[in-house]
Every structure is written in structure tokens, then in C-alpha cells.
């Protein structure tokens, strides 16, 4: 089993940046694929970044591509989103999840943090 703790979400105005923060119980943390998705008021879930194991590939959607940063630090069970240049579409709760075997369904899912950004 494994617990996602998400934190560092907030408000702020358009063009600013937060870090958003991932905290993972397990041993196993280092093995898996970690991502992060968002879900927007009357939305479905949208996918916002992803890193591999050992943080060297990392995946973005067109959307945050150039703004959002992903990363891991394996010793801490950590994985960061680093959001830069925020939009008011940004707005959401964004969720952290881990993902055991490759290419399937993320397996865990944190409580979700809220971003707002202000116009």
C-alpha cells in the first residue's frame, strides 16, 4: 500500500508560481512511475505531467509544456511540480499519483491540493 500527501497548493495571481509537493509512504517508492493530474470544477481529470523512476524521462501535455517542471528525490519519497507563468486555467485540484507497472493505470492516488489563480 502506498499514502500520496499532496501540499503547497494555494492562491495566487496570474503569472506567478507555486510548488506543489508529493510526499510517498513505501519503501518502494523509487520504482515507480509518479504523475500528476488535475480536475477543474465540471472537468474531467486531466493528465499535467509524469516522471520516470529515475527521474530522467518526464512527460508533459501541450497545456503546461515550457511552464510546469516535474521532479523526484528518491531519498526523501518525494516528487515536486514546480508551476511557473500560472494561467486562471490553471485552476484546480491537482492530484499526485503512482503507478506501478508501466503503461497501465495509475495504481495510488493522493487527496488532491487546490490551485486557484486569479485574473
Known sequence: ??????????LVQAGGSLRLSCAASGRTFSSYT???FRQAPGKEREYVASINWNGITTYYPDSVKGRFTISRDNAKNTVFLQMNSLKPEDTAVYYCAAQIVRNRPYDYWGQGTQVTVSS
Open 34 to 36: 509518479m504523475g500528476w
Open 1 to 10: 500500500q502506498v499514502s500520496l500527501v499532496e501540499s503547497g497548493g494555494g
